[in-house]
């Protein structure tokens, strides 16, 4: 069945066509299926045709919606669908709600096209005829695998596409070209907002194949200094080559994040995965020490979190996301080191309890493994990991000692019920059956009652 959104765009064409105008596909969806790809995003741009005369044309076809009447962006109810008019738009500040928007419904293709960040992104298709309309190049750029700028004035007006460039570029794969670099690299990011820099930087740890890409791309261009200085840190950071032949931190960083894009599938929660293998090591650039001429960063877990909160909070407020990662890069290194000693499955038990989301904890350790630039056999450790955390699951699902099974026993609520909770949720970690670590836990309550009581 043919996308609905798309049947309306073409309804909406022929009847714009019989005022005069014309309807064109515009960005993503455009560029998408040029490469053969998918594209929900459906968003037209309607020429020719006055504001009023194309409000009247959505009113007769559905409810009418204003994104933006001002800005000349319309929807449609039930429909996801962006009904945008040509306009032009003029920088009145450094910020990105810094813009005088005009719109302009006879600014005519070219003129409209001019606004787009990327050549690749400044293509048309009419909707009713499917002709493309490129004035800049970009099915060649395409062609070519080229992120390059569409115009040096309208582009540096909103410095968020300098994060926009390395995003396309990690995402699909490409090149910026040369003068691109040159411009952004000019280009100061200071003012952006945080949580633009985070959708950025989402859409290249959760879309790109290799995301090291996107940090590759901002380091040719000098821009990881403000908003990815604990990024920024670890290029140059040294390690023991015995355990790690890629090279510095930085190297390393970048190998555990495009090995984590392969994973990211099965994570739980996949955009909080994929940071943690971003901060996983930021402990190092303050943790490194010469051993006797062997380079070490031990207690690089604990370093890295007070590095990965000042990273994080610049970019969002999400403070279960902040807990996720701090957990995450706290507890990293204990799989792998457990599974090389065989530790006993209660510390396996604990250490899953501690974990905010185990499943993803082995995740990451698997990337942190494979993110050294050699060949190994990861697949034995990692179907050791996995039976440890099957019997943690399993010893989780056993009944366990609760405040009602203390007070059915005969003890009163008081404050030391949560001491005596936090005992039997350590027997229960030991896998202690329920009936035993019930008589060892009002034991426990006996005693310790008796020793606060005065004689």
């Given at each position: 069945m043919q996308d609905p959104n798309r049947q309306m765009a073409w309804r909406i064409a022929e009847q714009v066509a019989q005022h005069g105008g014309r309807v064109y596909y515009v960005g993503g969806l455009v560029r998408d299926g040029l490469l053969g790809r998918e594209s929900k995003d459906v968003d037209i741009e309607v020429h020719g045709i006055t504001p009023e005369v194309l409000e009247g044309i959505l009113d007769s076809l559905?409810?009418?919606?204003?994104?933006?009447?001002?800005f000349g962006v319309y929807g449609l109810k039930h429909?996801?669908?962006?009904?945008?008019?040509?306009?032009?738009?003029?920088?009145?500040g450094r910020g990105h709600r810094d813009f005088a928007v005009f719109v302009d419904p006879f600014l005519g293709t070219e003129k409209a096209a001019r606004r787009r960040d990327f050549t690749v992104n400044a293509l048309m298709q009419d909707v009713l005829t499917g002709e493309v309309v490129d004035h800049f190049g970009g099915q060649e750029d395409l062609k070519?695998?080229?992120?390059?700028?569409?115009?040096?004035?309208?582009?540096a007006e909103d410095p968020l596409r300098v994060l926009r460039a390395a995003q396309f570029a990690a995402r699909?794969?490409?090149?910026v070209a040369e003068e691109t670099v040159s411009l952004c690299a000019r280009m100061d990011l200071t003012a952006l907002a945080g949580e633009r820099i985070m959708g950025e930087l989402e859409k290249a740890l959760e879309k790109a194949p290799r995301p090291s890409v996107f940090f590759e791309v901002l380091r040719q261009m000098g821009q990881l200094?403000?908003?990815?200085?604990?990024?920024?840190?670890?290029?140059?950071?040294?390690?023991?080559?015995?355990?790690?032949p890629e090279g510095d931190v930085?190297?390393?960083?970048?190998?555990?994040?495009?090995?984590?894009?392969?994973?990211?599938?099965?994570a739980k929660e996949p955009a909080a995965f994929m940071l943690s293998a971003l901060c996983h090591d930021f402990g190092k650039a303050d943790a490194l020490q010469d051993d006797h001429g062997r380079i070490r960063a031990l207690g690089h877990e604990e370093a890295g979190i007070p590095r990965a909160e000042a990273f994080l909070s610049g970019i969002t407020r999400e403070k279960r996301l902040h807990r996720y990662v701090a957990n995450m890069v706290l507890l990293h290194m204990r799989p792998n080191i457990m599974a090389e000693q065989r530790s006993r499955q209660k510390s396996f038990c604990h250490l899953f309890d501690e974990s905010v989301c185990p499943e993803d904890l082995l995740l990451l350790a698997k990337a942190d493994a494979l993110g050294r630039g050699i060949e190994q056999d990861y697949a034995p450790k990692e179907a050791y990991l996995k039976e440890k955390l099957a019997a943690f699951r399993e010893i989780m699902s056993r009944p366990f000692v609760q405040g009602a099974d203390l007070i059915a026993a005969g003890f009163s609520p008081g404050e030391d019920f949560g001491d005596a909770l936090a005992y039997a949720h350590k027997l229960r970690l030991a896998g202690v059956k329920k009936e035993d670590a019930l008589r060892q836990t009002a034991a426990y309550v006996q005693k310790e009652r008796r020793r606060s009581t005065p004689c």
């Open positions: 559905g409810q009418r919606t204003e994104m933006g009447a001002s429909f996801d669908l962006d009904i945008a008019m040509p306009r032009k738009e003029q920088a009145t070519r695998g080229i992120v390059r700028h569409v115009n040096d004035d309208s582009f699909f794969g490409f090149s200094s403000h908003w990815f200085a604990e990024v920024e840190a670890l290029i140059g950071v040294p390690q023991e080559p015995r355990f790690h930085w190297n390393h960083t970048m190998l555990v994040l495009d090995q984590a894009a392969k994973l990211r599938d099965q």
